[in-house]
C-alpha cells in the first residue's frame, strides 16, 4: 500500500554571529519573497493567506459495511473495494498553484499491486466502457509521481463514454476553474454502490456502477460553499445544472459522511447548500 511520506529534519541552533535586528530582517525577507513567489507571481487568490485549518477535509466516513481499503497516495486519498474492484470515493484538494502544472499526462494504465483487489487495465478492454478517472490527471500535471499514480487501476471505474467526455469532464474542467477561483477546494467523488450493481466486466469481475457521485467544497471562501452532483452512467440529461444537489443529498444516498472535521455550524450550512448559479458564474483571479 503507498503512502504519503513525511520527513522531519533537525537543524543545529548557530550561536553567535548575528544580532537579532539583522536575524529578524532576514526572516522578514524570507516572508516577503514567499509571499511574492505564491500568491503574485503565481496569480492566485490571496483568501488562501492566512486561512483557517479544518484538520484534513479528505477525511470520509464510510458508510458501514462497506468493504475498504485506504491507500494514501502522493496526491490523492482512495478507499478502495477490494469486493466490487473500484473505489468506494477518492478524495484529494486541488489548489490554485496545482492548476498550472506542466506534468505530460501519463500514457499508460497500471494496476497498483499492493492493492488486494485492484483491477487491471485488460479487464475494460473491448468492454464499451472508458477506464473512467475519478481523480482527473489534470488535476496532477504538478507532478510526475502524483500524475502516474492517478493512472493506478484503485481510481478509475467503467464509465460510459458519454459520461466520461461529456458531463463528467466538463465538471472536472469546472472545479479547476474553482480552485483558480478560491485558491483551493476540497473534491470527493466515486461511484455510487448502494445501487444495486447488474453489470460486471473483465476477468476480475469489474463491478459497473449505475451513477457517480462529486462533492465540492471551497473551505476558504468568504463564506465557505459547497455543492453537490450526482450522475448517471450515461449521458446526463440536462447537464452539469441538472445534476447539482446538495452534500446532504449525496450523503443520504451513498451512506458516506462528508466534511465532518468542520465545525457543525459551517458544515450543516454548507453541505445544505445548492447554488449551482452561483458556481458557475465564478471565475479565475486575474494573473499578475
Not at 54 to 61: A, D, N, Q, R, T
Not at 183 to 201: F, L, N, Q
Request: charged share 25%; proline share 6%; net charge positive.
Amino acid at each position: 500500500m503507498a503512502k504519503k511520506k513525511i520527513t522531519s529534519t533537525k537543524r543545529k541552533k548557530k550561536t553567535g554571529g548575528k544580532s537579532p535586528l539583522t536575524i529578524f530582517s532576514w526572516l522578514m525577507l524570507i516572508a516577503i519573497a514567499m509571499f511574492i513567489t505564491h500568491y503574485v507571481i503565481g496569480g492566485c487568490s490571496s483568501s488562501y493567506v492566512g486561512r483557517q485549518s479544518y484538520g484534513s477535509l479528505e477525511k470520509v466516513i464510510t458508510a458501514p459495511n462497506t468493504d475498504e481499503t485506504i491507500v494514501n497516495y502522493k496526491a490523492m486519498t482512495i478507499s478502495f473495494n477490494s469486493k466490487l474492484h473500484i473505489p468506494n470515493w477518492v478524495a484529494w484538494e486541488l489548489t490554485c498553484q496545482e492548476t498550472d502544472g506542466k506534468e505530460p499526462r501519463a500514457k499508460k494504465f497500471l494496476c497498483d499491486e499492493d492493492v488486494p483487489g485492484c483491477a487491471n487495465d485488460w479487464d475494460y478492454s473491448y468492454t464499451g466502457y472508458d477506464r473512467g478517472h475519478m481523480a482527473p490527471a489534470a488535476d496532477m500535471k504538478w507532478d510526475e509521481e502524483a500524475m502516474r499514480q492517478s493512472f493506478y487501476m484503485t481510481n478509475i471505474c467503467p464509465q460510459a463514454g458519454s459520461l466520461n467526455s461529456g458531463a463528467w469532464k466538463r465538471l472536472e474542467d469546472k472545479c479547476r476553474t474553482w480552485a483558480q477561483a478560491d485558491s483551493a477546494i476540497t473534491i470527493i467523488c466515486g461511484p455510487i454502490t448502494t445501487d444495486k450493481i447488474k453489470e460486471h466486466i473483465g476477468d476480475s469481475r469489474v463491478a459497473v456502477p449505475q451513477r457517480f457521485f462529486k462533492v465540492i467544497v471551497s473551505p476558504y471562501a468568504n463564506p465557505p460553499r459547497g455543492i453537490g452532483f450526482i450522475m448517471p452512467n450515461a449521458k446526463v440529461p440536462g447537464g452539469m445544472q441538472a445534476a447539482a444537489v446538495s452534500i446532504d443529498s449525496v450523503e443520504a444516498v451513498t451512506g458516506h459522511d462528508f466534511f465532518s472535521v468542520l465545525p457543525d455550524e459551517i458544515e450543516n450550512d454548507i453541505e445544505s447548500q445548492c447554488k449551482f448559479h452561483y458556481w458557475s458564474t465564478l471565475k479565475p483571479k486575474k494573473r499578475k
